[in-house]
């Protein structure tokens, strides 16, 4: 059964953009499909799991279980990010939930107490226990890394650093200095779909016009969207494209100096495979972080950041970020209605795959690095 979605997969993956269709429905609703992209996508690719900056203090923590590993994400004495196992190293109980500030970890079981940094403080009545060498007990890591403001997290201790596999696209992203942008809001979203499904649905803006005529439809130039012609990126794929002058956002405040000529009203909008997406604008950001929880649901990190000098200027900053966040939750609602109505369409006996778009080119890219990824050489 695994075999034959996959093949199916290939053979979309491998027709060009005039002829590409939509992914074979089981490849969301599949759990075999879903067991493979746990082993070799999450358990061996970038995964983001929010902006650095919502993590300032030494202290500070997140927890987030990527390809059912828990995992603590805290910045450390040193003032760095660091990720480790969230799991007791005496009889595997989960350390923490949440985020928060800690200057130490304490399991809510037995009380194995842990530093920031992992290794092992204390472990009351375990003196009699040969096999019990506090000094060699320490919180198995895993790799992290800032880039450009992201948090970045790796459970593969071989992989390439995320610098080295999105160098081409920092060339695009430099000017618009997006490891400035100031957080102004993070959550954590729970929806009734497929991972896959909102992905796909982020990465194209054929739907705006539609899906988002009441919010951010009406303000884009959906024709003079602009995709890279030098072909496809192993590890992300993006966008560029401009709103009209009737958008209230989108370019670049009087005090940058950075952004010249249209760069100051053209935003660019990456994936970076597998699931994280986001649009950057001049004067703004926001994003989605996603992972998977079953074929049927997806857990999604939501958030925004502004440029400094926009939030600077302001006079009224708490209205400002309140209207902003206002606006992007309802563009959020728009969507769970989209991917969720999508994802019951995959369901559904009847459905077959659809043409694509030439709009739609990111998703077939998409499509593609599934392709490489499940089904390996």
Not at 73 to 81: A, E, F, S
Request: aromatic share 10%; charged share 20%; glycine share 6%.
């Amino acid at each position: 059964m695994l075999a034959d979605i996959l093949n199916s997969l290939k053979d979309i993956a491998a027709a060009p953009l005039a002829r590409a269709t939509t992914m074979p429905k089981e490849i969301y609703t599949n759990p075999l499909v879903l067991d493979h992209e746990i082993s070799h996508i999450f358990s061996k690719d970038w995964v983001c799991v929010g902006r650095a900056d919502t993590l300032p203090h030494i202290g500070d923590y997140m927890t987030v279980e990527i390809a059912n590993q828990p995992l603590i994400v805290t910045r450390g004495k040193d003032n760095q990010l660091t990720a480790m196992s969230n799991i007791c190293l005496h009889r595997g109980m989960v350390l923490v939930e949440g985020r928060g500030n800690a200057k130490k970890f304490t399991c809510p079981y037995h009380a194995w107490t842990y530093h920031p940094d992992g290794k092992l403080a204390a472990a009351a009545y375990m003196d009699k226990s040969e096999c019990f060498d506090k000094a060699a007990l320490r919180l198995p890591q895993a790799q992290c890394e800032v880039y450009l403001g992201w948090i970045y997290v790796n459970l593969d201790p071989d992989a390439l650093p995320v610098k080295q596999c999105l160098s081409e696209l920092t060339t695009l992203l430099e000017p618009y200095h997006m490891e400035n942008y100031v957080s102004i809001f993070e959550e954590e979203h729970y929806w009734n779909t497929n991972w896959k499904c909102l992905t796909e649905n982020f990465m194209e803006g054929y739907h705006l016009p539609v899906a988002h005529s009441g919010t951010v439809g009406s303000h884009f130039n959906l024709m003079d969207t602009e995709f890279d012609e030098r072909g496809q990126f192993d590890h992300f794929t993006y966008q560029y494209f401009t709103k009209k002058d009737s958008a209230p956002v989108g370019t670049a405040h009087a005090s940058n100096t950075t952004l010249t000529g249209k760069w100051r009203s053209t935003s660019i909008m990456p994936t970076v495979f597998p699931s994280h997406m986001y649009v950057l604008a001049p004067d703004h950001l926001w994003y989605l972080a996603l992972l998977p929880d079953g074929t049927d649901h997806v857990r999604i990190k939501y958030g925004a950041a502004m440029a400094p000098e926009v939030l600077d200027a302001s006079e009224d900053r708490d209205k400002l970020i309140a209207d902003a966040k206002a606006f992007l939750d309802d563009v959020q609602e728009e969507d769970r209605t989209v991917v969720e109505g999508i994802f019951k369409g995959a369901k559904a006996p009847l459905t077959k795959a659809g043409p694509l778009s030439w709009l739609e080119r990111e998703n077939h890219e998409f499509t593609n690095y599934l392709a490489r990824k499940l089904i390996p050489n």
